[in-house]
């Protein structure tokens, strides 16, 4: 992928943000702001046209930061980012477009989409921000909350298991996954701009921190120290092995998780719309 | 101009419609009585370079035909009653964000999965009212498969005109109905483009006040760099919470039908002039009553008959009128009384109102409809 990297201009986020909408809406330390650094970055690495930009996002703190962002921004309604997505890229295969959704927004609302967006495989990079909260509601459980962990709707724990979205997007056809740490932005930065590079579905995972909500409530400390608990919680060698008590106790894998090299859906369409049209005559 | 009369089923017409007035995206999932608009589209698509998708789902079909607009494509989706119900909220969002499409919603039997090889207008409230909130809507109701074409492509230009979602709302009888229909030679049907904002200007206003309330619409890749959001936005597109532009927003997306209504209204009037005994009917049903308007007249009744093409908005103005010369009305449609409360609320005080409801899932007949107003 390195052939791809500019290296001409340093990165400057201003150069990609909506500054006339400063100040932004998030609360001090929400890990939001930095998947969204992370995200521009990539995009200034790979040299993508702002004009040609896509973002389209769903509902939650995850789906207000495309606003920001100096593109084509569309925020959709809970749960659908990629399915108005899919419908954009077929008809615009000529833009570059990325959804930004959230855990609730994406494995909740939004699962059975984003099942199918991974079986397809149409070339759309999905960016999911996991805070395991529903953030912009105020603070409930989500398919990703830990276990025993404290929400408005979970007053005594949670008692529900959560699920992998890493390894359901690649059980689901998804041909590139990765899942990166908000704590290492530059990570977090190369897993997005080959995702983005990567012709195909691309499921990214996240790990953002919901600090004034989550944070708050299960008395994790201040965003420095939540921020810091997540490069101990993510051990790729501990993989599926739940641990006793930490943070995060699935302890997730990090990098890039599944690559795989499968006929991108918006060409492979392309191609059928040709093989039809060659055949004389048409079906009634 | 007309092709030689061909013999074509309702569904079949919508999607030959669709084409003719350049939908080229169509997004839908599987539900009688509407599946072979999604079949002749998934047929006919490839071949004018345009695209068909079976989605997961009608909310994700709806979602995909609003992306898909969104980037400058002419899109459509077709469902039935629960198909239509899921895709409410979308609906919204199309309506709030502007996005012209179009809704093939061919009316079964109801509620729930109800009756679906049956005939039935118990969506007549729903297209106008399915979605929350205060919204504009525009609904057109054809009765003929012949109309079916016409009303589709005039719902694709309404759409680009009016930057809205426009609802094709007729039943399972007219869905599966075999009648000639002429076809305008190909490239002959009227078709409309919504206006297109040109040339990368700096400080581009997405919803900005025009004269006839319709914004400019900026294509993705054009520079403008545009939000697009289902929150209350101002004329630069960005969320609002201020009453005042909160207020001022709301209400164009609303005047933008009401205050066009001359280039939306369609209403088909027959003997009214001087109709006694007024029947207001819509699709099918309406069929049954003009006949049943032929026989009266043969017995010396001053029947007529009004029937809204365009549904909704509702064309009051006519209806007033229509009812003012008469001193009965009736009212036959297959539901409870939906379009019958539309006629008690415009008729005026004292009017007589006979109706007629049928949600058996058979079709109401000349007969019955003859029969009341004689006994009117
Ligand atoms: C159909 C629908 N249901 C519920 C909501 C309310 N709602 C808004 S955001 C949200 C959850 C967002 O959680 P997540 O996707 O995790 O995003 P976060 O705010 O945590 O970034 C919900 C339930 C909605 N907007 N629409
Ligand atoms: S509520 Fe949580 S997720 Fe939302 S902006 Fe605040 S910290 Fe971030
Ligand atoms: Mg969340």
Redesign the interface.
Known sequence: MNEMVRTLEPFEIKDYL?LQ?MPHFMCPGCGHGIALRALLWAVHELAID???L?I?SGIGCSGRVG?YI????????HG?PL??????????P??TVVVITGDGDCLAIGG??LI?ACRRNLDLTCLMLNNEVYGMTGGQVSPTTSANRLTTTTPGGNAEPTFDACKLAEAAGASFVGREVTRQAMALKNVIRDGIAHPGFSFIEAISDCTEIYGRKNDLGESPEMILSQKSDMRPEAFGNVADEPFRPNRLVTGILAKQARPEYGAA?RD??VR??SKPG??? | MSHAPTALHGNHACALGAIAAGCRFFAGYPITPSSEVAEHMSRELPHVDGTFIQMEDEIASLAACIGASLGGVKTMTATSGPGFSLMQENLGYAAMTETPCVIINVMRGGPSTGMPTRPAQGDIMQARWGTHGDHPVIVVAPASVQEVYTQTIRAFNLAEEFRTPVIVLYDEIVAHLMETVSLPAKGKAEVKDRKWATGAEVGFMPYAETDDLVPVMSRPGDGHRVHVTGLTHTPDGFPTQKPELADRALRRLVDKIELNRDRIDEVEEIETADADILVVAVGIVARAARRAVEMLRAEGVKAGLLRPVTLWPFPEAQVRNAAERASVIVVPEMNTGQLSLEIERLAGRGKRIRTIHRIDGEPIGPDEIAQTIREA
């Open positions: 909506r909408l702002k004009n040609k896509a389209v606003a100096d593109a084509n921004t569309f925020h959709t309604t659908r399915a108005f997505a899919t419908g954009l890229k077929l008809a615009r000529d833009l059975n989409h199918h369409y059928y719309a039809v049209k048409r079906p009634r």
